[in-house]
């Protein structure tokens, strides 16, 4: 609960800056909060990688395999703006339920 207040705190008195991303062969050995990894080779991407960002420090990995279940999808607008879809939703641990979208995490209720 105390997690949710100050993210919720961060959000809307510190201005969060958007999420980023970066393309890459491999997953990384370090993660950057706020940055999304996008896995794979060019025109084939099979998975991302973030930090949980509610600050648990737990690694979310994401199949793109639409074979997969579950599987994720993103896109990119006109701005460089990444969106996750759908919602991700961590049943562990944290058990955080957000969005990105727009690089912006959008907590769900």
């Known amino acids: 609960m105390f997690q949710k207040l100050f ?12 999420f980023k991303y970066n393309f890459t062969h491999d997953v990384p050995d370090e993660f950057r909060q706020s940055v ?3 896995v794979g080779e060019e025109g084939f991407y099979w ?3 973030m930090l949980c960002p509610c600050g ?8 793109l395999l639409e074979e997969e279940f579950p599987s994720w ?5 006109d701005k460089k703006e990444l969106s996750i879809h759908p919602s991700i939703n961590r049943f562990v641990g944290c058990k955080s339920h957000f969005f990105l979208r727009q690089g912006r995490v959008v907590w769900a209720k």
């Open 7 to 18: 993210n919720w705190f961060k959000r809307v008195f510190l201005r969060e800056k958007p």
């Open 36 to 38: 999304v990894y996008i």
């Open 47 to 49: 998975q991302l990688v």
């Open 56 to 63: 648990c420090g737990a690694i979310l990995y994401m199949s």
């Open 73 to 77: 999808s993103f896109t990119i607008n």
